[in-house]
């Protein structure tokens, strides 16, 4: 213990040195604590707009057209109906609601502007299904759905493009020359994880962008909302089972659709998140290791000019261990305190970041304990070796050393 | 701590030769020594430098180890234990003089002091009290809280005696006390020695150049170009 407190004391007589020495560690652990709570930053971002999207949605798309024996891109197919979407909606008890829906890119006009923007077909548990709410007004049901009504839901970009500070309800656009009648305005929603504006869209009953707008029959893609998140899988088994008994796909046969869940996307963008993490914090250890390498320099310096000192230790009694674990405790102390130092600096630059950029990063209060633990270590092993030195100095060297 | 009760140390040198290799030549500063210095007797090693006294003493006080030849502790062979046996046995058996001092710098003096006993693991309030007894004997009671460098030279050897004595050494070696001090502090830290080791009846070896600082001893041995030359 008290070998301890003697190199406590040899760092308290030379305060500047101390500091000096440890400010590489006090940089390297803060840079650690920073970028980590970066990433952790970027990857709660990335989550947050999935969880936008709803994390029990499956996406069900036509599988690719073989044209001639070459494979045309996935989602490209015209064989999902409505039907279909109507089958899922009854047929799948994990399946809480579904909705097919199609779009397409068209000119809206209002009475003194011009837009140009997705058109999106759907069915009127659109809105459920997406976790989406109105800002105004209402959406249409199955009466509008049933007669094709010319009637339309706006984004909320696009109820602002075309109609300013005006109050766009009861008012008529027109979509492809046929006036449409709005009846709400979607509440904001952002981006989609696909980097598409949600709130760029004009939403119309499905059967009239099918028979009026495009004049086809099938739906570009299936929407269906999983009872819970856990019963996701079991609902995208479901939802294969019975499309296969639908679209008659033989057993082992390819099937012409594909569902995805977004659940796997969140999966993909949580591990690219934590890859960018780890290489962000890989990056600043090398700061931390060049502060180790600091404290190996000046503790070499430190051994050297303590020759005569350690010379007189050894005379009178010193072991050559004692000598060890007195130069370790330097630079253990100076790597443990900078540790601190830059955990504590780090965490006030996080809520900095917090405050003035509005950046959502977490305090990473492990990775935080874990930089502190790894940075002592770290001062431990670059201390190894100079206090190795030190403690097989021959005594009588030492003593002459001037 | 089994040596402290005893009045002193006994200490035999064998047949001990030391030849230092100095840039690949191999320069012989011990030639064959065998000495033998019985308990609380009082030595002088006397010779001009480069004779090896110096030398003679460090073997004696487990600092070095003989190229050749062995030295033994109240019958025991000790040249051949492990640098931290002889560490421990420098701290229980042996106090050091030397010229030059050899205070740690930018360290009080009652800390000086109580160094050997730290290496001990005696508590905190002991060693204060121990080696604050220890600098009221050397006469440097109201110095304990200065630097070495706020010392004259006497001083600085009476702190190092104060410290040589604190662990009740069996042993004491003295490396040219005097060598560094002007005629008066060299009579008060020559008296001081001679006190101690009449009190404790330690074995005392004094190492100097300066034939009349060895007339204080009870024995007085020459060494010349490695080899002894007694009288």
């Given at each position: 213990m008290f070998l301890v407190s003697l190199g406590l004391k040899a760092l308290l007589r030379n305060p500047y040195r101390s500091i000096l020495t440890s400010l590489g560690i006090v940089i390297g652990v803060l840079s650690v604590i920073v970028l980590v709570s970066i990433g952790?930053?970027?990857?709660?971002?990335?989550?947050?707009?999935?969880?936008?999207?709803?994390?029990?949605?499956?996406?069900v798309i036509p599988g690719s057209v073989t044209d001639s024996g070459a494979q045309v891109g996935g989602g490209t197919d015209t064989t999902l109906t409505v039907e279909d979407a109507q089958a899922i909606r009854h047929d799948c008890p994990d399946v809480w609601n579904a909705s097919g829906a199609l779009r397409t890119a068209a000119q809206v006009q209002s009475a003194h502007a011009n837009w140009s923007t997705v058109i999106l077909g759907a069915e009127p548990n659109y809105l459920p299904v997406r976790d989406w709410h109105l800002a105004r007004g209402g959406f249409f049901g199955n009466e509008e759905e049933a007669s094709a009504a010319r009637v339309a839901v706006l984004g909320h970009l696009v109820a602002s493009r075309l109609f300013g500070l005006e109050d766009p309800l009861g008012k008529f656009i027109q979509i492809n020359h046929s006036p449409f009648r709005i009846i709400g305005i979607l509440s904001s929603k952002g981006q989609s994880p696909m980097g598409m504006n949600q709130d760029d869209m004009v939403v119309i009953?499905?059967?009239?962008?099918?028979?009026?707008?495009?004049?086809?029959?099938?739906?570009?893609?299936?929407?269906?909302?999983?009872?819970?998140?856990?019963?996701?899988?079991?609902?995208?088994?479901e939802i294969r089972d019975l499309l296969t008994l639908r679209h008659h796909i033989p057993a082992g046969g390819r099937p012409d659709f594909d569902i995805q869940a977004l659940s796997d996307?969140?999966?993909?963008?949580?591990?690219?998140?934590?890859?960018?993490?780890?290489l962000l914090?890989?990056?600043?250890?090398?700061?931390l290791i060049v502060g180790g390498i600091g404290i190996l320099n000046i503790m070499l310096v430190s051994v050297r000019e303590r020759t005569r000192e350690i010379g007189i230790r050894m005379a009178i009694g010193a072991r050559p261990i004692d000598i060890l674990i007195q130069f370790l405790t330097e630079s253990a102390a100076l790597s443990f305190f900078g540790g601190i130092a830059g955990g504590i600096l780090g965490i006030l630059s996080i809520l900095a970041l917090r405050s003035f950029l509005g950046w959502p990063a977490p305090i990473p209060w492990e990775g935080t304990l874990l930089t502190v633990?790894?940075?002592?270590?770290?001062?431990?092993?670059?201390?190894?070796y100079p206090a190795w030195r030190a403690s097989r100095l021959d005594p009588m060297e030492a003593l002459r050393y001037e | 701590m089994q040596e402290d009760d005893r009045p002193g140390l006994?200490?035999?040198?064998?047949?001990?030769?030391?030849?230092?290799?100095?840039?690949?030549?191999?320069?012989?500063?011990?030639?064959?020594?065998?000495?033998?210095?019985?308990?609380?007797?009082?030595?002088?090693?006397?010779?001009?430098?480069?004779?090896?006294?110096?030398?003679?003493?460090h073997l004696s006080g487990l600092l070095d180890r003989p190229t050749t030849g062995a030295v033994y502790y109240e019958n025991r062979r000790v040249d051949s234990l492990s640098p931290s046996e002889r560490a421990t046995l420098r701290n229980r058996s042996v106090g050091f003089v030397f010229q030059n001092f050899q205070l740690i710098p930018r360290t009080t003096a009652i800390e000086n002091v109580e160094m050997p006993l730290l290496y001990r693991g005696i508590p905190p309030r002991e060693r204060r009290e121990k080696a604050r007894e220890l600098l009221l004997s050397v006469g440097m009671g109201d110095r304990e809280r200065h630097y070495s460098s706020q010392l004259s030279g006497g001083q600085q050897q009476r702190v190092a005696i104060a410290r040589a004595l604190v662990?009740?050494?069996?042993?004491?070696?003295?490396?040219?006390?005097?060598?560094?001090?002007?005629?008066?502090?060299?009579?008060?830290?020559?008296?001081?020695?001679?006190?101690?080791?009449?009190?404790?009846?330690?074995?005392?070896v004094l190492v100097t150049h300066d034939a009349e600082v060895a007339t204080v001893a009870s024995r007085t041995i020459r060494v010349r170009d490695g080899l002894l030359e007694q009288s």
């Open positions: 952790l930053g970027a990857k709660a971002l990335v989550l947050q707009s999935i969880q936008n999207l709803g994390p029990n949605l499956l996406v009953p499905l059967s009239t962008l099918q028979s009026q707008i495009m004049g086809v029959t099938y739906v570009g893609v299936i929407l269906a909302a999983a009872q819970s998140p856990d019963r996701v899988d079991d609902a995208r088994r996307i969140a999966k993909t963008a949580n591990r690219l998140s934590l890859i960018l993490t780890l914090a890989l990056i600043a250890s090398i700061s633990t790894g940075a002592t270590i770290l001062g431990v092993l670059f201390g190894l | 006994s200490v035999r040198l064998d047949a001990v030769t030391k030849i230092y290799n100095v840039a690949g030549d191999e320069l012989p500063a011990i030639r064959g020594i065998t000495l033998s210095i019985a308990r609380g007797e009082a030595l002088a090693l006397v010779g001009s430098s480069g004779s090896g006294k110096s030398t003679l003493l662990a009740s050494p069996g042993l004491l070696l003295a490396d040219e006390p005097t060598g560094n001090l002007d005629s008066r502090s060299a009579v008060s830290v020559l008296e001081l020695l001679m006190k101690a080791q009449e009190r404790t009846r330690m074995t005392l």
